[in-house]
């Protein structure tokens, strides 16, 4: 075979392969949204549920058609008012979430920064026993907590989750050693030029621009929180009780004989519409948190 012949035999061979390369392209995006389709239906499919079954007639509880006809929309008017004051235990998951929540973030933050940018004998050592405290199964750590909270008369009182705030959480810590560690040396070394020291570069220079890994953190552990039931309904007086566990405790007719399911579901909706706001408004900067946030160090 001649030059000639094998260069347009090249020639006629590429358009061959572009197209078999893009009928590979169109099937793995054809594939992949197929699995992201199904996906979103699994997760979606128990909260379209229980929407359509906190529509049903409140003696009914969850049997009866799929679609419940008439709607009865009344049902989240009771649950918000019906039984108990709902914006009042509302309002003490918000203080519970915040306490336990914002000085964390904080102080993991600052935990963080000292891991990845400074320098001390055994620092390496110390960041695996924080690290490692994340594999304590709850079962093993929450007698002994209990104990303590009791001894030092905390009980009845939101003091532990101050405590809890205060004190960090081991897995926000690796989540900003780690995006800290991949910050340039000479950020710290202009800082130090300048005359600043360690909180005050992490003040000026590193917070600012932790948004993103803040977006993080906040989401995680303030959805933890939010949803808290363990602890605060052993913990708290019915006063001082999150909403979570008013409403996962049911609602019941005014003769104590069966609960309101559909009336529970409602309540349970009414109280998922926070969390799930927070996470609309901070969705551009978790993806990019999620995304800056590596494994680097």
Not at 24 to 43: D, E, I, P, T, Y
Not at 182 to 207: K, V
Not at 214 to 231: N, S
Request: no cysteine; aromatic share 14%; net charge positive.
């Amino acid at each position: 075979m001649t030059q000639g012949a094998v260069a347009a035999e090249g020639v006629r061979a590429r358009p061959r392969r572009r197209k078999r390369g893009v009928a590979k392209r169109l099937a793995g995006s054809v594939l992949l949204h197929a699995v992201v389709v199904v996906l979103a239906v699994v997760f979606l499919a128990p909260i379209i549920w229980g929407f359509l079954s906190s529509l049903r007639e409140v003696h009914q509880g969850v049997s009866g058609s799929a679609i419940p006809r008439p709607a009865h929309w009344d049902n989240y008017r009771y649950a918000w008012s019906g039984l108990f004051a709902f914006s009042h235990y509302l309002r003490n998951t918000a203080v519970l979430t915040f306490l336990g929540t914002a000085p964390a973030v904080l102080t993991s933050a600052l935990a963080g920064y000292a891991f990845a940018r400074m320098r001390a004998r055994g620092r390496n050592a110390f960041f695996i026993f924080v690290l490692a405290t994340t594999f304590i199964p709850f079962a093993v750590s929450f007698i002994p907590t209990f104990w303590v909270i009791v001894e030092l008369g905390m009980y009845s009182t939101r003091w532990p989750w101050v405590i809890w705030g205060i004190s960090g959480n081991a897995f926000l810590i690796f989540l900003f050693r780690q995006f800290y560690a991949s910050f340039p040396s000479e950020l710290d070394d202009a800082a130090a030029i300048d005359g600043a020291g360690h909180l005050r570069t992490f003040i000026q220079i590193y917070l600012p621009n932790s948004i993103g890994p803040l977006a993080v953190a906040v989401v995680i552990l303030g959805t933890g929180w939010w949803g808290e039931y363990i602890y605060a309904s052993l913990l708290l007086p019915d006063r001082l009780l999150p909403l979570g566990v008013k409403v996962a405790n049911g609602y019941y007719d005014p003769g104590q004989q069966f609960a309101l399911v559909p009336i529970q579901l409602a309540g349970s909706l009414l109280f998922t519409i926070p969390p799930l706001l927070a996470f609309f408004a901070l969705q551009k900067r978790l993806a990019r948190g999620i995304v800056t946030t590596g494994l680097k160090g």
